[in-house]
């Protein structure tokens, strides 16, 4: 595919013969399943798997009558629900490449999505979250808008079904979907996952993860969301014939009745998700006894909050630590407690390469603090059509530059320190966010907390520290935190400069804090 950045031919081999690439495609994941095994639930919506495979082979159909085919891109923004799901499997059976939008995503970032894949059609619900899709929908120019819902002028999702038909499957070695960068700046980056990467990403994870026709997963992030779909996700729980349940949202007044109702086992939440539930059990009625792991990533959970889940939730964590352009690591299931509560996981794959440099792009010692750079089975080789963003995230001989400063431990599991451009750089002294962050997290009447710098004409940098204080608390002041993170053993320049309270972060589409923004606050 014109665009497309793969893998080298040597690596392909070695993939294929180390057994990690096999022929597997993403649209079969359904196979081998009891038929009559319930596998879809949503609302008052249930499907088995025989009857979520005849929805998906007729809406295949349909999207082949409509006129759609082989290679043509489709930007889908569809909440979570039942013709998310359906329509993605769809789509990965005959070739078409879904290219999955956030249901928070606009004007700017759609019409730039549909610009920069080619696409052809747009997946929409009527109206979601108060918004009236339909009304964006009409400022594109794809050939096709679908509607799950009332359609007005365009197709509607229901009038997709057709008779099954012949039809020409993909090669494993084809795309069979475009994730979306995670960036907190700039429009997003398409990320091409192949179906041979895709398929040992969500198989590998479910291993890892303990998955099998037991697993109740409750998805409560967005589906399009690499950790939903396939970390191990909706993908990961169906090829183990697994349940999945989607919930509208991870709110306690959502997710609590679903997982006392569904008997959900897994769930994967990021962190302000895990902290509303640690908070929301102490005025919910609602059984939560059957949930096992939580599974908890997107951005790092501290360990003051982590080591309180097993006992105020009953059940245990999972750290994890991943990205859409591929490498995933997980703490396993059987790490010892204090492992788990600190640190962020070690890579999925035996194949997974990395490394942790400097600045100058030398490997650092272990246990010291580096970027971190890596290549593997199931991580990209490049963004699609983004030569020029490329040449400066990938080394020469193909490793992935995250941009993310981690310590390696001699276990190889990760602990991840903050973002390469998440610093505060105070008078020289470089200030992580993300430890002062969870510093901050262990005072008692501090509920959430993020870090950012504020420019400053003699340091180059100032620390502001904006707090969510806990409900009934007084706002520490600034002095009382100078002495708090003092008593912790925290260097002086580390300290904020100043502290703000705020009721709540703005966020980016996918749900982390937007520094930019709180930045902007103190202008």
Known sequence: MEGFVGWPAEFEERYIAEGYWKDGLLGDVLNGVDPDREALVCGEERLTYGELDRRAERTAAGLLRLGLKKGDHVVVQLPNSPSFVIGLLAMMRIGVLPVLALPAHRESEIGY?????????YFIPDVHGGHDHRELARKT?????IVDGEAQEFVSFADLDADPVPYEKPSPSDVALFLLSGGTTGLPKLIGRTHRDYVYNYEASAEVCGFGPDTGYLVVLPAAHNFALACPGILGALSRGGKVVLAPSGAPDAAFPLIEAERVTVCAVVPPIALLWLDA????????????VLQVGGAKFAAERAVQVPGVLGCRVQQVFGMAEGLLNYTRLDDPDELVAVSQGRPLSPADEIRVVDAEGEDVPSGEVGELLTRG?????????????NARSFTDDGFYRTGDLVRRLAS???????????QINRGGDKVAAEELENHLLAHPAVHDAAAVGVPDPVMGERTCAFLIVREGDTPPTLRELKEFLKSRGVAAYKFPDRIETIDVFPRTPVGKVSKKQLAALLT
């Open 113 to 121: 999505l549909c610009e920069l894949a080619g696409a052809r059609a």
């Open 141 to 145: 120019s794809v050939e096709f808008v």
């Open 412 to 422: 190889g599991h990760l602990i991840v320190e903050g973002r390469e451009k998440d």
């Open 377 to 389: 089975p199931y991580t990209l080789r490049g963004y699609y059509r983004a030569p020029a963003h």
């Open 281 to 292: 059990v102490s005025w919910s009625d609602e059984d939560l006894s059957s949930l096992e």
